[in-house]
């Protein structure tokens, strides 16, 4: 059984910076896809950033340049680097895997398998 678990929340001025962790189990991460999605109050679950097993990573317009995703296979851990946090990056964070062995990064959470428990992120003007 796979799970997630998310870290690395917190609340932070605007301009600072956040690094989510989030520590995997039960399965062969290195030929997954994972991924990191937000969702803040009132708002649909939004994708943030992926990164396929081969590398390929993605993210949604309004984070890049600010945010970087990384994954350390041997830990079986993938990062979310979160820099000049803005007040609408308030949300809640999860991560989630997609267990499909997919050339590139996709974007509908319909085809993630597994997602973290969340964890809050907060950014203050």
């Known amino acids: 059984q796979v799970q997630l678990v998310e870290s690395g929340g917190g609340l932070v001025q605007a301009g600072g910076s956040l690094r989510l962790s989030c520590a995997a189990s039960?399965?062969?991460?290195?030929?997954?896809?994972m991924a990191w999605f937000r969702q803040a109050p009132g708002k649909e679950r939004e994708f943030v950033s992926g990164?396929?097993?081969?590398?390929?990573?993605d993210y949604v317009e309004s984070v890049k340049g600010r945010f970087t995703i990384s994954v350390d296979n041997a830990k079986d851990t993938e990062y979310l680097q979160m820099n000049d946090l803005k007040p609408e990056d308030t949300a809640v964070y999860y991560c989630?895997?997609?267990?499909?062995?997919?050339?590139?990064?996709?974007?509908?959470?319909?085809?993630?398998?597994?997602w973290g428990q969340g964890t809050q992120v907060t950014v203050s003007s």
């Open positions: 990164i396929t097993w081969s590398g390929n990573t």
């Open positions: 989630a895997v997609d267990t499909a062995r997919r050339r590139l990064v996709v974007r509908a959470p319909i085809v993630y398998d597994y």
């Open positions: 039960g399965g062969t991460f290195s030929t997954y896809t």
